[in-house]
């Protein structure tokens, strides 16, 4: 699934700021939430951060470290997940953020890439 949202560094940070409480709390009845610590693994990084990702049926839901971008992805039968959203960076150029993982029995481990990181994450099943 390939998404297109136009950031501006003043307008619509805190309204997506405030969807990441969200993403873990208004989840549905057959939804499924993992969180867990992103690693910087190269690049230039922020220190390690929270991520959710919340999982109904095939449809993921992937927010890295503040939640200021959710990434919408799809899970294949083999349990593959991938997402990527492209967006305007503060320098008004193209910045495209994607999410590649793998679902296993309790956790999933995958990376998060943005234009100047790529992280390597394990986020284990909460309970709703």
Known sequence: ???YVGISMHRGLFALAALAPC???CTGAGTITYSG???PVSGVC????RAVLALEDDVVRFSPGEGV???DGTRSAAGEISGVVHSVGPDHLPATRTLVAR???GYVVGNY???RCRYRFRLDATSN
Not at 46 to 49: A, L, N, T, V
């Open 46 to 49: 922020d220190p390690p951060s």
């Open 69 to 71: 971008v959710t990434i």
């Open 23 to 25: 993403l873990a709390a």
């Open 113 to 115: 890439t943005t234009p």
């Open 37 to 39: 610590t992103m690693v």
């Open 1 to 3: 699934m390939v998404r």
């Open 103 to 105: 679902l296993n029995a």
